[in-house]
């Protein structure tokens, strides 16, 4: 019926095309330069070829680089400003980079930290009750242990968190991506997780 069926792994096939729009290679999350290759290879993109058989630099891997960014404020910071905060005021970290800070055992409940970039965030025994994670990037976070009743987490990115005995009744998780979490003895009582991948 004139059509062609590339019977080829699908999840290089937008790489491969951003690629030939751009010229710039930008490797997704889950993929591998080897298996990039195989699939440059046998669509005989030579461009492609030479670029990935050429100098590491030329590759940039998104998730390292997201996680490599340094953060924009340290514990001591947060610190700082939980004290220094008029009781009952509703505090704002949105947009802000937390990634790698040891956030663990304080009480920020209610913060907002809509967008904000917490890759490898320590949050264990925190209490971020109420808290505001919309749209924040959480990968490979850890909430261990944390009370987290009443959290919003609507369309974050958790993929690779940890919420190992966490309680989160009342979470909104809809439109998360929670691939690759644990989650052992946490409760998620009425938790919402429509659409939730």
Known sequence: ???????RDPSYFGVILNFLRTGELRLEKGLTIKGLLIEAE??????????????????????????????????RDIVRTLIGSASGSRLRFRGVCLNRV?????????????LARC??????RCNVRGCDFTRAMLCGASFRDAEMAGCGLHSANADGA?????LMKNCDLSYSVLTNVSMRGCDLTNANLTNAL
């Open 162 to 166: 940890c919420f190992d005995g966490a």
């Open 102 to 114: 040891d956030v663990s055992e304080l009480d920020v409940s209610g913060v907002v930290f809509e």
């Open 1 to 7: 019926r004139g059509r062609i069926l590339f019977d």
């Open 119 to 124: 890759c490898d965030t320590v949050f264990d």
């Open 42 to 75: 046998f669509f005989q993109i030579d461009s492609l070829v030479r670029t990935i058989e050429g100098e590491p630099s030329d590759v940039v891997d998104e998730e390292a680089a997201r996680h490599a960014q340094e953060a924009d404020v340290t514990r």
